[in-house]
């Protein structure tokens, strides 16, 4: 082996002879394959000589004889090297460098020279293998990006994974979000309509990152491209409206976006929330009622339809101020829900600006169906009558609304007034009078039932023509409050108009009394009188009448009055002549007394009252006129009708005797005489006639037939018989006395 090592440095030092030197080194290597001087002999002369096809072996030779790793790598390497530069043997390259990941998997040299020939061989399948190693292997972020980058181009553009190549790049801005490459090559991907929406959605986070809004919208735009979920167009959209109007300032995308986000699920309230701000912004109001009335039409869903139709309505209500169309939408709206109570309070209010009546009284009767409670049912019904009352002239309509208030709440004090006015209005005066007696049926306070029981009795008097109903009315008011003016007055006009005369009598009365109003019981006891037919009645009243004027009203020629107008009536009526002659000397009135009795007792046709009435004229006409001739012939008239009447006859003998008229008195002493059936009596007045006659006529012839009369009834009468005898004698003494004188 020296002696070879020894000819092998002659052969290539001295005398140049390389390929004997290398025999000679050969022959070494013969005897021991890996005595290491004669390799590097034999590595040296041929690199030199650019032998590197022989190179190899022997490269490869000591690398399979490598005591360490380190050194087989090594060689490996070179042997690549020489394959790659020398030789252009891309594929050997390629091996020497693979034995080497063989050995060690991480190498990265091994890996950086497969990277450059798996590039310039393009191998790309291969390249992207050694690029996925070298990435894993990377600590440095730099280098891991570019390498990562370098992986997404080579599946974008060489392989033809797109997808991968995008994940490549995703990969690149999550380590580097600013990395130019990355976020271009993706962008790059942004027109590619299968990739697109992966592309968009990977720069995304970085836009935002860089607050790159304009290619933020544009890459959510890409996406929403190819998102066929709703819920996830949706929420690009609202995310595209949000960037155009708070980064971009772009009001008019904005809208356009929610426009769009709208049709996507009208159910939504964010789209129509930020057309309405975008809206009042802009004001593109028009743009946005033609954009909800079109999702309302095609919409199925019904409370999203009503929703939809409310929102239009109000824009036109207040942003756009078109109160016809405004009114045609709540309209609408009532179509989908004929309970909506916004869309009808809106109605409401726009058909009374509008002065649209008809309108308004439906949509308060709508309301009224609907309402929740009876307060607010009540409320709306007032409404209802104060419109058809005071603005279309229905009073009928007014009054049905104001009855239904009260069937809610009868209490209801201006449903109450209300109706009352309205029937007072209309003369509908028994349904008035009804309403009325409902209400006192109500009342707890005792001025409201005076007021109400008053103004009944009021429609009852002078509409209804009901004087009992009044009278009643009047006579409730008047237990409760004794001094009502107003009531006390309608009953004193019914008294003057002489209408249920006792019923009023009755009540005015005992408050007149009480009152001490004695000329107003005096007209009450009046009429009373006035209008019974009762003649005893009638009698009585004349005579508590009269009582009254002379005794409260200290008018007793009132009271003379009062009983000779009663007499006039009822001269049978022993009372009223009784009161009527004690007047009569108050008054002075006697001579009137007699005249009144003279022309009534003519008429009386009971015998009794007859007599007792001739007995007061013959009184005073005796004892008050003296006038004895009348009261004479009124005696006698008593007489006549009764011979038992002790008083005319004591009077007419008073009379006679007075007047000397001794032949009446003889006529009337014979006729009771001869009336009377009493023994006894007819022989005392026979004896008055007697004695009349012989004492007063000085006619004993008479006188003897008195005697003899008495002598008839009792035939032992010893006066008598003596009264006869005294005159017989006296009477032949006279004869002879004249028989003497005529004889002389």
């Known amino acids: 082996i020296e002696l070879l090592h020894g000819i092998g440095e002659v052969l290539d030092l001295s005398l140049d002879q390389q390929d004997e030197a290398i025999l000679a080194y050969r022959a070494i290597l013969e005897i021991d394959d890996r ?6 002999a034999l590595e040296r002369i041929l690199e030199s000589n650019e032998r590197f096809a022989d190179l190899i072996p022997i490269l490869q030779h000591r690398a399979d004889g490598a005591g360490t790793v380190e ?29 080497i990941l063989d050995i060690d998997g991480n190498d990265p040299l091994a890996l950086a020279e497969l990277d450059v020939l798996f590039a310039r061989e393009s191998r790309w399948t291969d390249l992207l293998d050694v690029l996925q190693r070298r990435v894993e292997l990377s ?6 990006a570019a390498l990562q980058l370098r992986q997404g181009h080579l599946l974008a553009e060489q392989l033809d994974d797109k997808d991968r190549a995008i994940e490549c790049f995703r990969e690149v801005l999550q380590g580097a979000p600013a990395n130019e490459g990355a976020r271009l090559a993706l962008e790059a991907l942004l027109t590619a309509p299968d990739h697109r929406s992966r592309a968009a959605e990977i720069l995304e986070p970085f836009y935002v990152t860089l607050q ?64 309405t701000r975008l809206a009042g912004t802009l ?3 028009p743009d946005l009622v033609g954009i909800l009335q079109r999702g309302a039409d095609e919409e199925d869903d019904g409370s999203v339809v009503k929703d939809l139709r409310l929102r239009v309505a109000r824009i036109l209500q207040s942003e756009v101020a078109d109160m016809d169309a405004a009114q045609r939408a709540y309209r609408k709206v009532l179509e989908v829900d004929g309970e909506e109570r916004e869309a009808l309070d809106s109605l409401e209010a726009i058909y009374a600006t509008l002065g649209a009546h008809e309108e308004l009284l ?6 009224v169906l609907i309402a929740s409670s009876d307060e607010e049912r009540i409320l709306l019904l007032l409404q209802t009558a104060r419109l058809q009352r005071d603005i279309l002239e229905r009073p009928q309509g007014a009054i049905d609304a104001l009855r239904e208030v009260l069937a809610l709440d009868e209490d209801h004090q201006e449903a109450n007034q209300g109706l009352t006015q309205l029937l007072t209005f209309e003369g509908r005066w028994a349904e008035l009078s009804d309403h009325l007696g409902h209400q006192l049926g109500l009342a707890r306070e005792a001025t409201e039932r005076v007021r109400l029981k008053h103004e009944l009795g009021r429609i009852y008097m002078e509409k209804l023509d009901n004087p009992g109903g009044a009278i009643g009315c009047f006579r409730e008011v008047l237990d409760e409050q004794p001094g009502h003016e107003a009531s006390v007055a309608a009953l004193e006009e019914y008294l003057r108009r002489r209408v249920e005369v006792e019923a009023v009598a009755d009540i005015l009365e005992p408050l007149y009394r009480q009152q001490q109003a004695w000329s107003k019981v005096v007209e009450v006891v009046g009429a009373r009188r006035e209008t019974t037919d009762d003649p005893q009645r009638r009698s009585e009243l004349a005579l508590e009448l009269a009582r009254l004027q002379e005794q409260r009203l200290r008018d007793p020629d009132a009271a003379f009055t009062t009983l000779s107008r009663a007499l006039t009536e009822s001269p049978d009526r022993i009372p009223l002549r009784v009161e009527l002659e004690r007047l009569a000397d108050d008054v002075g009135g006697w001579f009137e007394v007699v005249e009144l009795f003279e022309g009534l007792v003519k008429g009386i046709t009971d015998p009794d009252a007859a007599l007792a009435m001739r007995r007061s004229l013959a009184r005073a006409c005796d004892e008050r006129l003296n006038d004895y001739t009348r009261a004479r012939r009124h005696w006698e008239l008593v007489f006549d009708q009764d011979e038992t009447d002790g008083e005319a006859v004591e009077s007419l003998e008073r009379i006679f005797t007075r007047t ?26 026979l004896g008055k006639v007697c004695n009349l006659y012989e004492e007063v006529l000085e006619d004993p012839v008479a006188a003897i037939g008195g005697y003899r009369d008495i002598l008839d009834v009792d035939p032992e009468h010893g006066t008598a018989a003596k009264g006869l005898d005294r005159l017989l004698n006296l009477l032949l003494r006279t004869l002879v006395h004249l028989s003497g004188v005529l004889t002389t």
């Open 283 to 285: 004001r593109r109001w």
């Open 71 to 99: 050194q087989r790598k090594r060689l490996l390497a070179r042997i690549a090297t020489v394959h790659d530069t020398q030789l252009g043997q891309a594929e050997e390259a390629i091996g020497a460098w693979r034995s």
């Open 139 to 144: 600590a440095d972020p730099q280098e891991r």
């Open 362 to 367: 439906e949509i308060y009767r709508t309301k």
């Open 35 to 40: 005595e290491s001087r004669a390799l590097d």
């Open 212 to 275: 790159a809004y304009g290619p933020l919208r544009s890459s959510l735009e890409i996406r929403l491209l190819d998102q066929p979920e709703p819920d996830a167009r949706l929420g690009l959209l609202l995310r595209i409206a949000d960037l155009s109007e708070t980064h971009l300032g772009d009001g008019d995308a904005a809208f356009d976006a929610f426009a769009r986000a709208f049709t996507e699920r009208r159910s939504d309230p964010r789209p129509v929330e930020g057309l």
């Open 660 to 685: 000397e008229e001794w032949a009446a008195l003889v006529a009337l002493y014979r006729k009771r005489a001869e009336r009377s059936l009493d023994p006894k009596e007819k022989i005392a007045i």
